[in-house]
């Protein structure tokens, strides 16, 4: 194999410790560095490595495919803002050091410290590890062409093709262009092994590498083997191999096996024969250890399975560099695209079908569950592949018949109430379990919405007027108990107006909770009715007492002829019942309102409006003073009312007239 590239960049690196301060490889910085002082280089979105021994202190290194794309971030350090950069990027062939990329900034698009940007390469074709330095240089033109050089601002140096010809004006490269920049010409440098992957030649010891499986059409997960021999032309070194596959749906790639044997274990010449898996592995990859069997995956589908290998010294290492036809490599760096001999196979995983049916309890039907965002009717079969994932969802609340709906409680599989189902190996039933719910209403009767304070207690809280009407409602779980209390008395806002509890409609507190239920606290309005004496406090008092009456409810009223307040007499006129006069002992109030009953009393003999128990010209003289008057008057006196019309005129005149001196 020829390692020219590789011992001229071992050359270089060392020729660089002689012409740079910084000794360790991959930083190189001139000692009259002035603008650009430090720089960093890293491979984005792929592996890579670090080098450390006596030339390389954390090399980066990395595989990739021949002609393969890949972006690097430059990162490089800036002392002052106002110079142009230039970059160039060179690879180490042969014996030549071809660029493969550059750029130029102008100090406009630059600051002092930290600037970063992104370069896309490409790899060779051939098939070995190569070297990628990254080159630059910073600094100002000249802009007056006298000398010395100044360090003016040209904010658009470097944005131009012919900037890389003109001499730049100060810095590590004064008096010469950018376009010098090369392999070993640059203020700052930093240098990248990559490792180019595949078919690896010569190939002096490993030939004629085929693989046969033990079935090509598997079920996902199911063990299976593979015979495999290949062709040794050398008596000493080691064998080593590893197993991979491709789903050629995805192109993930996975290894499922591998084996290393020493070389007295193997034939010394010739044709080497081995039966995986093998039955006793020796020294397997960490950290990939040799499993015990070949397992098919378990995902369905076509599958490409492919064997490398390689032969080389040491004998037992898979961390070595190797000898032979995977020379500058380790045999841990066997993969997919990178190896001495690789053997190929298809094998096809079909899917396993079991029955997987999705039910509800204890109701089933429509509008229960949905299958991958589609509503089912329970019980419903499915066929599903093993392996595969469903989402399940339990819909919750569902409506039943009239005032009963179903509430979603747990799935027999554990998950949640929406949840990625995996289909087991083995037919089952998933169940969505629901407990059942009842509307439980409390609502009244014959109340309005001038009802004050608590009407209800249901279930320890209080609840007014505006909770009940039209209804108040909840959902109750089957079985659970309620309890309940209507108020007997609730007040209003209303003066003289109040609600009686009449009845109650529903079972009685406290009750469970078996089906729909509909409490009503059945309300009669009730006025007051205020009955009394004018003057007030005669004796007998009329009948009844005030008190409260149903509404429409007709209450009968009745007054005695004669009363007396303890010291005279009196005898009864009429009664006023809220401005209407009943001139009889006996009447009636309809309750449609609040009312006031008064049984209007004279004194014995009528016409005794002062009281002295005689009715003289006195009387007669206090009747005249208030004639004509009426009711509401301000000189009205009822006692001159000896009538009760509510006028005082020449018919009460008369008959005070009448009783004088009686």
């Not at 204890?362 to 994932?389: C, R, S």
């Not at 409609?505 to 729909?516: C, D, H, I, M």
Request: hydrophobic share 35%.
């Amino acid at each position: 194999m020829n390692h020219k590239p590789l011992a001229l960049v071992l050359c270089s690196c060392l020729l660089s410790l002689f012409v740079s301060p910084v000794l360790s490889c991959p930083l190189f910085v001139r000692e009259n560095a002035v603008f650009m002082t430090n720089m960093e280089v890293t491979p984005l979105n792929r592996n890579y490595e670090l080098i450390y021994d006596e030339y390389h202190q954390g090399m980066i290194h990395f595989n990739i495919a021949a002609n393969e794309r890949y972006d690097i971030e430059i990162r490089f350090y800036l002392t002052s803002n106002s110079v142009a950069a230039f970059i160039k990027i060179f690879r180490c062939a042969d014996e030549s050091f071809p660029e493969l990329y550059r750029i130029a900034f102008p100090s406009s698009s630059l600051s002092v410290g930290w600037n970063a940007i992104i370069a896309t390469l490409y790899t060779s074709d051939i098939s070995e590890p190569y070297h990628v330095r990254v080159a630059a240089v910073a600094g100002h033109r000249d802009d007056d062409g006298s000398s010395p050089w100044n360090g003016v601002i040209d904010e658009n140096f470097g944005a131009n093709i012919e900037d890389w010809n003109f001499p730049l004006g100060d810095g590590c490269f004064a008096g010469r262009a950018a376009e010098e920049l090369d392999w070993d010409n640059y203020e700052i440098a930093y240098e990248y092994m990559v490792k180019v992957e595949g078919l690896r030649q010569p190939n002096p010891w490993l030939h004629y590498l085929s693989a046969t499986p033990s079935k090509t059409v598997l079920l996902p997960g199911e063990p299976f083997s593979i015979d495999v021999s290949y062709y040794r032309t050398r008596y000493c070194p080691g064998d080593y191999f590893r197993v991979f596959c491709r789903n050629e749906a995805t192109g993930e790639i996975t290894e499922l096996y591998n084996w290393q044997k020493p070389y007295w274990m193997t034939v010394s010449y010739g044709w080497q024969y081995e039966y995986l898996p093998h039955p006793s592995p020796i020294n397997s990859l960490t950290p990939w250890p040799t499993p015990p069997t070949i397992i098919a995956p378990t995902t369905p589908g076509m599958y490409t399975v492919r064997i490398v290998g390689c032969i080389g010294y040491p004998t037992a290492d898979w961390y070595a560099t190797q000898t032979g036809g995977f020379a500058s490599n380790r045999a841990a760096d066997l993969s997919w695209t990178l190896y001495e001999q690789m053997a190929e196979f298809t094998i096809t995983v079909t899917p396993v079908e079991v029955s997987i049916t999705v039910t509800s309890s204890p109701v089933t039907g429509a509008g229960f569950v949905k299958v991958d965002g589609v509503e089912i009717t329970t019980p419903t079969t499915f066929t599903w592949i093993v392996g595969e994932t469903h989402e399940l969802e339990a819909l919750s609340p569902v409506p039943g018949l009239i005032g009963t709906q179903y509430v979603w409680t747990h799935w027999s599989d554990g998950g949640d109430q929406t949840h990625i189902y995996t289909v087991p190996s083995v037919s089952e039933t998933v169940t969505a379990y629901y407990k059942a719910q009842y509307s439980v209403i409390f609502t009244v009767t014959g109340m309005d919405a001038t009802a004050t304070g608590t009407v209800a207690t249901i279930n320890s809280v209080q609840k007014t007027y505006s909770d009940l009407f039209p209804a108040y409602s909840f959902w109750a779980d089957s079985g659970d108990t309620v309890t309940y209390s209507y108020e007997s008395i609730v007040s209003s806002s209303v003066s003289g107006k109040r609600f009686r509890l009449d009845s109650v409609t529903g079972p009685t507190s406290p009750f469970v909770v078996t089906a729909p239920v509909t409490v009503r606290g059945n309300y009669v309005v009730q006025y007051y009715l205020t009955v009394k004496t004018r003057p007030e406090g005669l004796v007998p008092a009329p009948t009844p007492p005030s008190g409260w009456f149903d509404a429409c409810e007709t209450v009968p009223l009745w007054a005695y002829q004669t009363a007396t307040d303890g010291t005279r007499t009196y005898v009864f006129a009429y009664w006023s019942i809220n401005g209407d006069l009943v001139y009889s002992l006996a009447a009636t109030v309809h309750m449609d309102a609040p009312k006031i009953a008064v049984a209007n009393y004279f004194p014995d003999p009528p016409g005794d409006v002062n009281l002295d128990g005689i009715v003289d010209m006195t009387d007669i003289a206090l009747i005249a003073y208030r004639y004509g008057t009426r009711k509401g008057d301000a000189k009205y006196n009822y006692l001159c009312d000896i009538n009760g019309d509510g006028q005082i005129d020449l018919i009460d005149l008369a008959t005070a007239a009448r009783n004088i001196k009686k």
